[in-house]
């Protein structure tokens, strides 16, 4: 609350100038909710999320479990609604729990991507010179190397499991993000709000965590859709290829062990594609959503 005085009344007239955030944060808030593409893409993301965390109340047992004849149509035994393998496992149950590897691995993959591009991009671009020459450098030898190449090799050097995968998809995914940090950093250290921390005496790595960081965010948060997406996508390809921990399930593995009836059973590798092709769309919209609810030019 301030004071203020009416210069035609010559009275104190108080001003809550506290209140004026509070509407900007509903108008924030207001353009998520009314933005259809980020609604649609949370709630099939939702949907995704909720299968992944109740997979053994929904569908308890274990999903490699052969339980029924081999290659059941969907329908046509309604204990096993979308039908069997070849070897007689529950789809549905397969679907069901290969989500969580398929989210799991995404959101790891993502994860150490964005630590280690934000810290590479954020280096380069507030230092610059000698720093940023090198790093940028090192940016370019990653960019160099195909990332689903550089996967295989990681994945093939270590064991084929959920942590190997996250982390080879990880340690390939973040040159990208290391460029956009590094461009983003370029262009806001000698903003005025850097300049005025400096003369107060921050040190460097409080300006780059509390005050540039914060105001880089918007365009990594809206990579990090997309880099999830992409790693979903890497570990089907992964797992289609049987380098995949065979003791879980997982959509790619699905389709890889769908193949050999693709034409007398279709629907053992439309399914899980399918799953994944709603997963891989629900993060490109969010991404999109965000994208236009988060750009500076753009006023809630």
């Not at 950093?185 to 005025?196: C, I, N």
């Not at 289609?240 to 699905?254: A, K």
Request: proline content about 7%; overall charge neutral; hydrophobic content about 55%.
């Amino acid at each position: 609350m301030s004071v203020q005085v009416d210069p035609e009344l010559e009275v104190p007239v108080s001003v809550d100038t506290g209140s004026r955030a509070a509407p900007r944060k509903h108008r924030r808030l207001r353009a998520f909710v009314r933005n259809p593409t980020f609604v649609a893409g949370v709630m099939i993301l939702a949907f995704f999320v909720f299968l992944a965390v109740f997979a053994d109340l929904l569908c308890p047992g274990d999903p490699l479990d052969m339980v029924a004849p081999p290659v059941l149509w969907p329908g046509q035994d309604m204990a096993f609604p979308l039908g069997t393998d070849s070897l007689g496992r529950d789809v549905l149950s397969g679907l069901v729990h290969g989500s969580r590897a398929s989210l799991v691995v995404g959101i790891s993959a993502a994860a150490i991507g964005l630590a280690i591009g934000m810290l590479v991009g954020a280096l380069a671009g507030f230092f610059g010179g000698r720093i940023d020459t090198a790093l940028t450098r090192l940016i370019e030898l990653f960019q160099t190397t195909p990332t689903f190449i550089l996967v295989i090799v990681i994945v093939a050097i270590g064991e084929p499991n959920l942590e190997t995968i996250a982390m080879a998809i990880g340690l390939a995914s973040w040159p990208t993000v290391a460029r956009l940090v590094r461009a983003q950093f370029r262009s806001l250290r000698e903003s005025d709000f850097v300049m005025a921390a400096r003369s107060l005496g921050y040190s460097r790595w409080r300006i780059i965590l509390q005050e540039i960081l914060p105001n880089a965010l918007p365009p990594v948060i809206v990579a990090a859709s997309v880099m999830t997406a992409n790693a979903i996508l890497i570990e089907a390809g992964l797992s289609f290829l049987n380098m995949r921990d065979p003791n879980i399930v997982s959509w790619g593995g699905m389709i890889g062990d769908g193949r050999d009836q693709l034409r007398t059973a279709w629907f053992l590798t439309a399914l899980p594609g399918a799953a994944i092709a709603l997963a891989v769309l629900s993060l490109n919209l969010v991404g999109d959503g965000l994208n236009e609810i988060l750009n500076p030019r753009t006023e809630p």
